[in-house]
T-cell receptor
Framework: DTEVTQTPKHLVMGMTNKKSLKCEQHMGHRAMYWYKQKAKKPPELMFVYSYEKLSINESVPSRFSPECPNSSLLNLHLHALQPEDSALYLC??????????????FGPGTRLTVL | GQQVMQIPQYQHVQEGEDFTTYCNSSTTLSNIQWYKQRPGGHPVFLIQLVKSGEVKKQKRLTFQFGEAKKNSSLHITATQTTDVGTYFCASYNAGNNRKLIWGLGTSLAVNP
């Protein structure tokens, strides 16, 4: 099962709200990723967790706060976002023991609109 | 830093015509991956190439990795409307095997 799930599918929030995006995978992958994607652009890496530890933070503003509660779950906490943060937020996972080692499997994404 | 250039940016074809997208790098790549993203969808992994001169086929799709491992191509034979989407190449950063460097993508439109 090469499925990554994300909730919610859509989110509209004001600049003073606090919300969270959730991601789950049951492929036994130990690397999980958050990406931001704007229209007609490639995904832009935000964070990488490896074995539940944050291994890459691509200088993301602190209004985005990632969390990895366990090896299957990844959260992205949002607070005081700006309208320019409106985008598709994608979660992905990869596993070194996957037959296609290094392949990243993406969830369907959360389409975020900040008003 | 490592960059992957992808051309063309857009391609519009008649159904049944062939299509090719190209990725190039000024540095040697350890691997190249290809993803497809349908309109309104998410990137879906297609294939990974790691060996110099490697050629892999998936039905009407042919993937090549150059002998010098600095370029790659994806060729679709006899396009169908189901091929519509954006095709991205990506390669892991030489110094960091968790960070993919993405091409800008080629957006394919197919006229029925």
């Amino acid at each position: 099962d090469t499925e990554v799930t994300q909730t919610p599918k859509h989110l509209v929030m004001g600049m003073t709200n606090k919300k969270s995006l959730k991601c789950e995978q049951h492929m036994g992958h130990r690397a999980m990723y958050w990406y931001k994607q704007k229209a007609k652009k490639p995904p832009e890496l935000m964070f990488v967790y490896s074995y539940e530890k944050l291994s890459i933070n691509e200088s993301v503003p602190s209004r985005f706060s990632p969390e990895c509660p366990n090896s299957s779950l990844l959260n992205l906490h949002l607070h005081a976002l700006q309208p320019e943060d409106s985008a598709l937020y994608l979660c992905a996972s990869s596993g070194r023991w996957d037959p296609q080692r290094g392949a990243q499997y993406f969830g369907p994404g959360t389409r975020l609109t900040v008003l | 830093g490592q960059q992957v250039m992808q051309i063309p940016q857009y391609q519009h074809v008649q159904e049944g015509e062939d299509f090719t997208t190209y990725c190039n790098s000024s540095t040697t790549l350890s691997n190249i991956q290809w993803y497809k993203q349908r309109p309104g969808g998410h990137p879906v992994f297609l294939i990974q190439l790691v060996k110099s001169g490697e050629v892999k086929k998936q039905k009407r799709l042919t993937f090549q990795f150059g002998e010098a491992k600095k370029n790659s191509s994806l060729h679709i034979t006899a396009t169908q409307t189901t091929d519509v989407g954006t095709y991205f190449c990506a390669s892991y950063n030489a110094g960091n095997n968790r960070k993919l460097i993405w091409g800008l993508g080629t957006s394919l439109a197919v006229n029925p």
